[in-house]
């Protein structure tokens, strides 16, 4: 079955540590990669997208994530963070032929302490 | 443009009630989506529509129904509300570039 793992459900760490968070992906065939960023109260807001091309994705807000197709991995990462960057983000793909349907991971929860 | 507007933001419901979920969009979206979104869970695709007066069903249909009679318009009815279905719910339109556009969500608590 096509599915989504995020590695951890919970970080916390401090202002200007470095961010890495893990997703795997169980899907055949060409697949469409996103992370998403949900601030406390709001709704989930696109970091950044693969979808072929440079495996080395940058996004908004100082965001990158690799594709590495031969680990299924997406992992997203931040140099230095912000307390700003508190947030659940979530991991979601897709295949070109399932009519834009997204699947998530469970999603990581972020808190960076001052 | 306002994008994707849901109504109500939050409603509590008895059980047994019925209600329905409004999602509004004026992205001209053709495919569009409801999901719930549980904690530790992530977000669970419900139903999806293709373009008016198509949907489908998506991972976790059951207690909902859906109807796409408008391009705009993505209303999601709850017949018999069960406190299983205590959640949060999101409307989002597919854009040109593949992403999804969320509203702002939907808080709903069955009592």
């Known amino acids: 079955a096509q599915s989504v793992s995020q590695h951890n459900h919970h970080v916390i760490l401090s202002e200007a540590a470095s961010l890495e968070l893990g997703c795997n992906y169980s899907y055949g065939g060409t697949v469409n990669l996103f992370w998403y960023v949900q601030y406390p109260g709001q709704h989930l807001q696109l970091l950044l997208k693969?979808?072929?091309?440079?495996?080395l994705v940058k996004g908004i807000k100082g965001f990158e994530a690799e594709f590495i197709k031969s680990k299924f991995s997406f992992n997203l990462r931040k140099p230095s963070v912000q307390w700003s960057d508190t947030a659940e983000y979530f991991c979601?793909?897709?295949?070109?032929?399932?009519?834009?349907?997204?699947?998530f991971g469970a999603g990581t929860q972020v808190v960076v302490t001052p | 443009n306002a994008g994707v507007t849901q109504t109500p933001k939050f409603r509590i419901l008895k059980i047994g009630q019925s209600m329905t979920l409004q999602c509004t969009q004026d992205m001209n979206h053709n495919y569009m989506y409801w999901y719930r979104q549980d904690p530790g869970m992530g977000l669970k695709l419900i139903y999806y529509?293709?373009?008016?007066?198509?949907?489908d069903k998506g991972e976790v249909p059951n207690g909902y129904n859906v109807s796409r009679s408008t391009t705009e318009d993505f209303p999601l009815r709850l017949e018999l509300a069960a406190p299983s279905q205590t959640s949060v719910y999101f409307c989002a339109g597919k854009g040109g570039t593949g992403e999804l556009f969320f509203g702002e969500g939907s808080r709903l608590t069955v009592l």
């Open positions: 529509s293709v373009g008016a007066g198509i949907t």
């Open positions: 693969y979808f072929s091309g440079d495996p």
């Open positions: 979601a793909a897709m295949t070109t032929d399932s009519w834009g349907k997204l699947q």
